[in-house]
């Protein structure tokens, strides 16, 4: 595979679901730049990436690479936009040099050896982004508070080294950009308890609760927060211990015998259908309103309601986001009902005639996916392969699996743990489109993710 198709589509895991904030377009632009820098302008904003900055060049755009390493996202989505002729995504440059200089990590502090510690703190909202300085005496030892609440995720500590400081970050972005605030302390004689190591893992496990905290403090974990029934938060703290490898966990999280809420999304050609149950108003007009943003008011039917005693879920303002990601994909279906989520994304790219080889298109439909499953740690996905219906069966059988075993590989790359996929051939069974024309057979040479809960998917069901 191409050395650019490669990092492309790794900076496009990097890159998911993060707004970034403001669009900034020099002065002194002609009218036709001026225009197409608005259009630009709302397009980012109705896809809910804002911020990076952006220079306007006649029909070409160049992208300031931000901090974060996520302008790439923001480069996909400018080129989609009507008039636009290039994007081309800049380097970061030091201050004061013209050395190019590798993306930082949102949130890493400042290493501190004195018992006091200057931590940097950056906070990122759909509206601004701010850093700000303050010093603090440095904790006897390793600590942790992750907070799920209201939509939003924040995440403080003091951890040992700046390795350990980047993995947490890394994974509240995946997990929650971009509703994300950091404020962590390197601190390296705070020491490194062995929950460390599966901090990062612990902190994406909150939307198994509505609302709560994780708190690792002197080695004692401690959970506080809100959640719909005994079974969930049994869950949860079992998941909980285990990942960060304690005998126990101090439990204090009220049981509000909330039901779940339902939620589908299909679409189908032009069109998106958005059905189900969901817990108000305000998170109503969140999902309705993401998905028009993208697919324009015309293409989505709109038949969701808004139900009473039902829980509020992170997932529900993530939607806007998987909207997005999810377009490229002419098919879809997603199911969100007691918790669990499931569905498919078919189509969107093809092999080429008697090819197992991934193209760049396949690839990015590829990304989509990983993107998903690195956002539910509880999906699996059964990544299906399929042939037109030229040549015989037991050829076409083999290649199909030959294309399921190309896409999990490159998934595995992406960072996907392989526990998590399936790779399973149809030959040339499950045809998208009639195999009467080059057009339609080229439709059905392809591959497809159907992802639910992980113990049905790796055991076939």
Do not use: C
């Amino acid at each position: 595979m191409a050395k650019y198709s490669r990092y492309r589509w790794i900076a496009f895991l990097g890159v998911l679901w993060v707004v970034v904030v403001g669009v900034a377009v020099i002065s002194g632009l002609d009218r036709y730049e001026g225009d197409l820098a608005e259009r630009s302008a709302d397009a980012l904003a109705a896809a809910g990436l804002d911020g990076v900055p952006i220079e306007v060049d006649g029909r070409d755009i160049d992208v300031e690479e931000s901090p974060d390493g996520r302008a790439q996202r923001v480069a996909e989505v400018l080129r989609g936009v009507e008039g636009v002729r290039d994007v081309d995504v800049r380097p970061l440059v030091a201050q004061g040099s013209d050395e190019r200089t590798a993306p930082t990590v949102l949130g890493t502090v400042v290493e501190q050896t004195t018992t006091t510690a200057t931590t940097t703190t950056t906070t990122t909202t759909a509206a601004t982004t701010t850093t700000t300085a303050t010093t603090t005496t440095i904790p006897a030892a390793a600590a942790l508070d992750a907070t799920l609440a209201g939509g939003a995720f924040r995440l403080t500590g003091v951890v040992p080294d700046e390795a350990t400081a980047a993995a947490l970050i890394a994974a509240a972005n995946v997990a929650y950009a971009p509703f994300v605030e950091t404020d962590i302390t390197v601190a390296p004689e705070a020491g490194s308890p062995p929950w460390l190591a599966g901090a990062p893992q612990a902190i994406t496990l909150l939307p198994m609760i509505s609302e709560g905290t994780i708190r690792v403090e002197n080695d004692a974990v401690s959970l506080r927060g809100r959640s719909p029934n005994e079974a969930y938060l049994a869950a949860f703290e079992q998941a909980v211990a285990a990942t960060l490898g304690v005998g126990a966990v101090d439990s204090d999280v009220e049981i509000t015998g909330l039901a779940a809420p339902r939620f589908t999304a299909i679409r189908s050609g032009d069109t998106l259908t958005l059905g189900g149950t969901l817990p108000s108003e305000e998170i109503r007009q969140i999902i309705v309103g993401g998905a028009n943003a993208v697919y324009g008011e015309d293409a989505v039917v709109d038949q969701t309601e808004v139900g009473e005693g039902l829980y509020t879920s992170f997932w529900m303002y993530t939607m806007p986001g998987i909207f997005q990601i999810a377009q490229p994909f002419p098919e879809y279906e997603l199911l969100v009902e007691d918790g669990v989520t499931t569905g498919a994304l078919r189509g969107g790219a093809s092999f080429a005639f008697g090819s197992a080889e991934l193209t760049p298109e396949l690839m990015e439909l590829l990304g989509v996916g990983a993107a998903i499953l690195a956002r539910d740690l509880s999906l699996g996905t059964s990544v299906e392969g399929h042939t037109d219906s030229i040549g015989s069966n037991t050829f076409n059988q083999e290649l199909s699996e030959q294309r399921a075993r190309a896409a999990v590989d490159f998934l595995v790359s992406l960072g996907i743990s392989p526990d998590r996929l399936v790779a399973r051939g149809f030959g040339e069974e499950r045809p998208l489109a009639p195999n009467d024309t080059p057009e339609s057979r080229t439709l059905n040479r392809r591959v497809e993710f159907v992802f639910g809960p992980l113990a049905d998917v790796t055991s076939g069901n």
